[in-house]
């Protein structure tokens, strides 16, 4: 069976391509290295032994997915190309509206020309807005605060519009909830270009010295030490879990939380990885920030139920190989 990866070399995408090898699935991956590298391409090889089929360019690109679709026998979809940085969508939405929709739009179109009826859309749990109550079950109130979560949730939209008009499409929604961490090796991981916005890829900044301390954004949440709560998810975990969706993959439109159903606060993976990796980590509380929630948390049961699929990795798990990624990449680039 040949799956369509896009955005397969970054960060999701690239842990997921492997574990897709892994399982025996072929694979053709398509990205425009817009957030990711070359490099990629070759961690994949050394990792799995096989050279994913790989296409540069955009998603967006109706030629370019013709081409695709006309040379390889694409049997499902799994679609992470996008752009993902809340903040930089509140300062730029036409290019977030732009790439997240169109992109997804030009696929589905030329995936319903080619008869390709199998697809896998990375949501996110940005869709449930600040949570009414918590654990958080896939049948919420959906609502969103930046135009990055209006992508989500209107490409969900968009899903469930042809739905209704094509029954015998297979789509699963799935809803991530904050996915960090690294594949054992140290080969594939997380660095983004700049100062990192998300949590992990800060705290491993400070942890190798090249940012001097964390900002926690607030101490005054009602939560257990005042600080933010999230459901880390280890993202070997995350990718193991589209391969249960694909093999489960039937008519019907799905949609699953993947998270672990535990959360944990800033401070918690603070202390957490300051003990599992023998390196201190100096912080100062400063002001919320703005769009932030309190807490949110998964409750995962139905992907457990009808996938068969529970997160297995801990939290140590995922501050160790978070850690360990960029140690080793440091030391490739030496
Ligand atoms: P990423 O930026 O590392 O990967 C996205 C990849 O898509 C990159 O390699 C980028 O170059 C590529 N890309 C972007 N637009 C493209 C286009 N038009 N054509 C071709 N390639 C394009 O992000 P990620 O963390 O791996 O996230 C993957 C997906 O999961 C995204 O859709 C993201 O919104 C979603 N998601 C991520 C998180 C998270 O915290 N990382 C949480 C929830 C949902
Ligand atoms: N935080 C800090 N300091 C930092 C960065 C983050 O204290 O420098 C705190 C935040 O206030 C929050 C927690 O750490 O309490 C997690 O923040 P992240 O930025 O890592 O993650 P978010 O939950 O804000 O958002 C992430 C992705 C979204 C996605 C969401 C749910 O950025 O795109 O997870 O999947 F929608």
Redesign the pocket.
């Known amino acids: 069976m040949s799956i369509l990866v896009?955005?397969?070399?970054?960060?999701?995408?690239?842990?997921t391509v492997c574990e897709l090898i892994q399982n025996g699935y072929e694979v053709v991956v398509?990205?425009?290295?817009?957030?990711?590298k070359r490099q990629?391409l070759t961690s994949i090889y050394e990792i799995t032994g096989v050279k994913p089929t790989f296409y540069e360019?955009?998603?967006?690109?109706i030629t370019l997915l013709e081409e695709i679709f006309t040379k390889e026998k694409i049997d499902a979809v799994i679609?992470?190309?996008?752009?993902?940085a809340v903040g930089e969508s509140v300062k730029e939405p036409l290019k977030y509206y732009q790439?997240?929709l169109?992109?997804t739009l030009h696929l589905l179109a030329v995936m319903q020309k080619y008869h390709c009826q199998k697809f896998i859309?990375?949501?996110?749990?940005?869709v449930y807005g600040d949570p009414a109550s918590l654990p958080i079950t896939e049948d919420f109130p959906l609502s969103t605060t930046n135009p990055?979560g209006t992508?989500?949730l209107m490409i969900e939209q968009i899903l469930k519009d042809l739905y209704q008009v094509d029954p015998t499409m297979n789509i699963t929604i799935l809803?991530?909830?904050?996915?960090?961490g690294s594949e054992k090796s140290g080969r594939l991981g997380?660095d983004?270009n700049g100062i990192p916005n998300?949590l992990m890829p800060y705290i491993v900044r400070v942890a190798t010295g090249k940012l001097p301390q964390l900002n926690v954004f607030g101490n005054d949440y009602d939560t257990k030490d005042g600080t933010g709560v999230r459901d880390y998810i280890h993202?070997v975990d995350l990718a193991k879990g589209h391969v249960k969706a694909l093999d489960k993959l039937d008519a019907g439109l799905h949609i699953y939380n993947l998270g672990t159903g535990t959360g944990y606060s800033v401070l918690d993976i603070v202390k957490t990885f300051e003990r599992v990796n023998y390196v201190s980590i100096p912080y100062q509380i400063v002001a919320r920030r703005p769009g932030d929630i309190a807490a949110c948390y998964a409750d995962v049961t139905k992907a457990k139920k009808e996938l068969g699929w529970q997160a297995e990795l801990s939290i140590e798990d995922m501050c160790l190989d978070a850690y360990h990624y960029i140690e080793q990449a440091n030391k490739r680039a030496d």
Request: glycine share 12%; net charge negative; proline share 4%.
């Open positions: 896009t955005g397969g070399t970054g960060y999701i995408g690239s842990h398509i990205d425009n290295f817009s957030n990711s990629v360019g955009d998603v967006a690109d679609h992470f190309a996008g752009f993902k790439n997240n169109e992109s859309f990375s949501s996110s749990a940005t990055y992508t989500k809803r991530y909830f904050n996915p960090i997380e983004p998300n993202v």
